[in-house]
């Protein structure tokens, strides 16, 4: 049996499956006879001209010993048994791995062994997303104002942890999603970038307006909240000079996305109401350059989220999590799984700055549809009620705190065999 070695091929194969946007790069052309393709992480050969019938097929062993006369006659010499190089097989077996979008491709251009396994991984991650959708319905008709950690475990299987705030490290086992800038770089930024000097500055508050928490209406939480987080946001959003811009487009990759509002909206529990109001994604690598705040497409390395809850029930600075911080986790999992380009992701992390009233609580979710892990991580409570949200008030220390988590750097491996 002859081996074909290709260096050009090898090359080529070698530097699109490492490109960072790997799970998303077009090929344009190859060569004359064979059109490889990445879609997905999943490497394939797009029939050229003239050949129909085939459609796009995996590029793997069997595929070849089949169909890689027709496909690559100019691009190699063949015997009348030809392989691929064993270098090449490895690569792309290291990098394969079954995942729904190809659930489009006709079975027959598919190995029968390889059709069944992809048939099974396929069927399984999609159950297991009908699984945490249910599990989110279920939750909008909760009449309890908090689950224990005991009970999320015993009745969801969803597991509850202590979050670092200053490492972004789990409690107990995990591995963190996002390393937080640290507070005493941050302060250096809010110095350097002067939201207080902004030229719009008569249009928004970088504070609240009073101090007194001692006359608390009925909506008092849920407006506060709301409030909370714009102030916050403020901070990163604007500064002193429009040509600088502005910290979160200037010191990370964060930008806003689309709350996808046919899983998440405001919520009238028969306990609380409660509202996700921000949603940011990584920028898409091709759209860095874009101006900070245009809607972009978020970056297909990293299925990381983070988004803003506004919640009428008080946070609670211990191990339980409330039906509003459960769903709007659970709901963005859930929508980017569905996404092509993360459909092979083994992880999808999910960063909620759960707000209600002065006070804030990081909860973060790592969702895994493979094994159907639910892991939670609740940061302690963070307090505003007194004092002011100003970079050079008694609380600078916590604002930074906070936004050293807003401009943070979305790390762990979310996907198998990559590190990020």
């Known amino acids: 049996m002859t081996e074909i070695v290709d260096a050009e091929l090898l090359s080529?194969?070698?530097?699109?499956l490492d490109a960072d946007g790997r799970r998303l790069a077009n090929i344009t052309q190859?060569?004359?006879?064979?059109?490889?393709?990445?879609?997905?992480g999943a490497l394939f050969v797009q029939a050229p001209v003239g050949f129909t019938g085939y459609g796009r097929c995996f590029l793997d062993s069997g595929f070849v010993q089949r169909r890689?006369?027709?496909?690559?006659?100019?691009?190699?010499?063949?015997?009348?048994a030809c392989v691929l190089p064993?270098?090449?097989t490895r690569l792309i077996n290291h990098y394969y791995e079954p995942q729904t979008a190809h659930l489009q491709m006709s079975s027959s251009n598919l190995p029968r062994r390889e059709a069944r396994q992809q048939s099974a991984s396929i069927a399984q991650l999609q159950n297991n997303v009908r699984k945490v959708a249910e599990l989110v319905r279920k939750l909008k008709l909760a009449k309890v104002p908090f689950f224990t950690r005991e009970q999320l475990l015993t009745k969801y299987r969803i597991f509850v942890q202590k979050l670092d705030i200053a490492t972004g490290e789990p409690g107990t086992q995990g591995q963190a999603y996002i390393?937080?800038?640290?507070?005493?770089?941050?302060?250096?930024?809010?110095?350097?970038?002067?939201?207080?000097?902004?030229?719009?500055?008569?249009?928004?508050?970088?504070d609240f307006t009073g101090y007194d928490v001692t006359g608390m209406s009925l909506d008092f939480y849920l407006g506060e909240a709301m409030e909370l987080c714009n102030?916050?946001?403020?901070?990163?959003?604007?500064?002193?000079?429009?040509?600088?811009g502005v910290m979160m487009g200037q010191e990370s990759n964060w930008n806003r996305a689309e709350l996808p509002r046919n899983l998440i909206n405001s919520q009238s529990l028969p306990h609380s109401d409660w509202e996700a109001r921000e949603l940011f994604h990584q920028i898409h690598p091709t759209?860095?350059?874009?101006?900070?705040?245009?809607?972009?497409?978020?970056?297909p390395a990293f299925p990381h989220l983070q988004c803003w809850l506004a919640d009428e029930l008080p946070v609670k600075d211990r191990p339980c999590l409330s039906p509003a911080e459960l769903i709007t986790t659970l709901a963005l999992a859930v929508?980017?799984?569905?996404?092509?380009?993360y459909h092979q992701a083994s992880v999808i992390p999910i960063t909620v700055f759960s707000c209600s009233g002065r006070m804030l609580r990081i909860v973060q979710g790592a969702i895994n549809f493979r094994d159907l892990h639910l892991d939670f991580r609740c940061s302690p409570v963070i307090d505003f009620s007194v004092g002011a949200l100003r970079s050079n008030g008694p609380n600078a220390r916590k604002v930074a705190e906070v936004l050293g988590w807003v401009l943070g750097r979305p790390v762990g491996q979310t996907f198998p065999d990559r590190n990020e």
């Open 12 to 16: 080529r194969a070698k530097s699109l």
């Open 30 to 40: 190859f060569s004359q006879a064979a059109v490889p393709v990445i879609s997905c």
């Open 68 to 80: 890689l006369r027709a496909y690559a006659q100019r691009l190699m010499t063949l015997t009348s």
């Open 86 to 88: 064993q270098r090449l």
């Open 179 to 206: 390393e937080p800038v640290r507070p005493e770089i941050v302060l250096d930024w809010l110095k350097k970038y002067a939201p207080e000097k902004s030229a719009d500055r008569p249009y928004f508050d970088l």
């Open 231 to 244: 102030l916050l946001l403020n901070h990163v959003n604007y500064s002193k000079d429009e040509k600088m």
């Open 287 to 299: 759209q860095e350059k874009l101006d900070f705040d245009c809607i972009t497409d978020s970056h």
């Open 335 to 341: 929508a980017t799984i569905k996404d092509p380009k």
